[in-house]
């Protein structure tokens, strides 16, 4: 079966930083596009930030861009998040997701993706 696990979610202040870790197990991450997804209470699911199988192409939300990295670790079929300066708005369970989306446009849209984890919380603080 088919898993994708978030972790590395928690409280932190206004301004500090966190990373995420999304590990596959039964799926190799290079073989697809990631994506890094959040959702906050009584919103929409949002896109965040996308990672191109090939790992030469990312894309980023406008509201993350300069604070938010993904990245990809093959050797250990992981995928991170890297938050810093976080804002109290970036509160949200996040999500990470394999799928196939090749296009900047498509990696943003949650139907792109086939695999999806079952979100860590991520709480900032003022």
């Known amino acids: 079966q088919v898993q994708l696990v978030e972790s590395g979610g928690g409280l932190v202040q206004a301004g500090g930083s966190l990373r995420l870790s999304c590990t596959a197990s039964?799926?190799?991450?290079?073989?697809?596009?990631m994506g890094w997804f959040r959702q906050a209470p009584g919103k929409e699911r949002e896109f965040v930030a996308a990672?191109?199988?090939?790992?030469?192409?990312?894309t980023y939300a406008d509201s993350v861009k300069g604070r938010f990295t993904i990245s990809r670790d093959n050797a250990k079929n992981t995928a991170y998040l890297q938050m810093s300066s976080l804002k109290p708005e970036d509160t949200a369970v996040y999500y990470c997701?394999?799928?196939?989306?090749?296009?900047?446009?498509?990696?943003?849209?949650?139907?792109?993706?086939?695999?999806w984890g079952q979100g860590t919380q991520v709480t900032v603080s003022s």
């Open positions: 997701a394999a799928g196939g989306p090749a296009t900047a446009q498509a990696m943003g849209v949650t139907d792109e993706y086939d695999y």
């Open positions: 039964r799926l190799t991450l290079s073989s697809y596009t």
């Open positions: 990672l191109s199988w090939s790992g030469r192409s990312t």
